[in-house]
């Protein structure tokens, strides 16, 4: 397999999230056979860890979710809040419960789409706030 990539590329791939693999369960869908290559524009084909030949799409779309902690000197993501997906929808639940939990004013809740942020919310924010996204807004998905 790694003649495919290149002696110096071998490949690397992205554990989905343990929200992510629970909202899969939930509509069905068998999470074995979900990786995400980091280099997800490639079009080459590539062995999965089950021996299946998959191709990466050149139009493939990969949303992250995370909550953002700023502080002085940087910021960090909490990992523990992080989803990585190719589906708007399972973006959007995990956007819509991580809303929901309680963070101070120094987090923002950020959804990106091949690394453009494209919603971004700050905890306690007024609806003033440039930051501020109201719980009945429709999410923008690009």
């Not at 191709?55 to 979710?65: A, G, N």
């Not at 991580?98 to 101070?104: G, K, N, R, T, V």
């Not at 306690?124 to 440039?130: C, L, V």
Request: glycine fraction near 4%; charge should be neutral; include cysteine.
């Amino acid at each position: 397999m790694l003649e495919l990539w290149g002696k110096y590329n071998p490949p690397s791939f992205f554990e989905i999230s343990p929200l992510t693999e629970k909202l899969y369960k939930q509509q069905g869908i068998n999470t074995q056979a979900l990786l995400v290559h980091k280099y997800s524009t490639t079009t080459e084909l590539y062995d999965d860890l089950r021996g299946e030949s998959v191709t990466v799409p050149k139009d493939l779309k990969t949303y992250r979710v995370y909550v953002l902690r700023q502080r002085r000197g940087g910021s960090e993501i909490l990992l523990e809040t992080r989803t990585n997906t190719a589906n708007f929808e399972i973006a959007k639940v995990a956007f819509w419960q991580l809303y929901h939990q309680h963070y101070d004013n120094k987090h923002l809740l950020l959804m990106t789409c091949n690394s453009k942020k494209i919603n971004v919310y700050r905890y306690q924010s007024k609806t003033s706030d440039e930051c501020y996204i109201s719980a009945d807004v429709e999410l923008n998905n690009e």
